[in-house]
């Protein structure tokens, strides 16, 4: 058995056309967004390293906390 290391990272990303403001997202994953003064969301937009389990628990949080389904995390791989 052995350890398997998380390699590469993630970004949430948000579909504005899907979103309506309600800034549960923010609410949820407070590391990776914040709301404007509409309480639309502005994303992190450098990718959060999988290794970092708490930003992905919470970004998971987000995408199922939200209402309109505007939210999906998108894995991207590490750049050598």
Do not use: K
């Amino acid at each position: 058995m052995g350890v398997r290391r998380r390699a590469g990272g993630f970004v949430l990303l948000v579909n504005p056309i899907l979103c309506d403001g309600f800034g549960h997202c923010a609410e949820l994953a407070p590391d990776l967004v914040h709301v404007d003064e509409w309480g639309y969301p502005v994303i992190v937009t450098e990718p959060v390293p999988l290794a970092n389990l708490a930003a992905l628990e919470s970004a998971r949080y987000a995408v199922r906390g939200c209402p309109r389904q505007a939210l999906r995390i998108e894995r991207v791989s590490d750049a050598h």
